[in-house]
């Protein structure tokens, strides 16, 4: 149906650099918000940063000024941008996009929006 291929994770020393990209293929129309989700062990999952269609952008507190979301929508692909990394920033990085799927039913086209999640892709920031 539709799948969100995460890729760019891996380990970095503190103050270094990552990005990450995810991108959507399949029975797509088009893709509304997508964002940046993380989760550390023993930690609630968070959301790091968000980004409409448009460009517009929302960012968490704990990562304004360091992280930037990008999108490109020709690739339907959406990138983090992870500069001046920290331990805390140590988490599996989920990949969330609300996508409008395309079908046919009884010969006519229907739409609907369902948010999709990538598997995942591990940051560790340590020296």
């Known amino acids: 149906q539709v799948q969100l291929v995460e890729s760019g994770g891996g380990l970095v020393q503190p103050g270094g650099s990552l990005r990450l990209s995810c991108a959507a293929s399949g029975s797509i129309f088009s893709i509304n918000d997508m964002g940046w989700y993380r989760q550390a062990p023993g930690k609630q999952r968070e959301l790091v940063a968000s980004?409409?269609?448009?460009?517009?952008?929302n960012y968490a507190d704990s990562v304004k000024g360091r992280f930037t979301i990008l999108r490109d929508n020709a690739k339907r692909t959406v990138y983090l941008q992870m500069n001046s990394l920290k331990p805390e920033d140590t988490a599996v990085y989920y990949c969330n996009a609300e996508v409008v799927g395309a079908t046919v039913v009884s010969g006519a086209r229907r739409l609907s929006s369902n948010d999709y999640w990538g598997q995942g892709t591990q940051v560790t920031v340590s020296s």
């Open positions: 980004i409409t269609s448009g460009g517009g952008t």
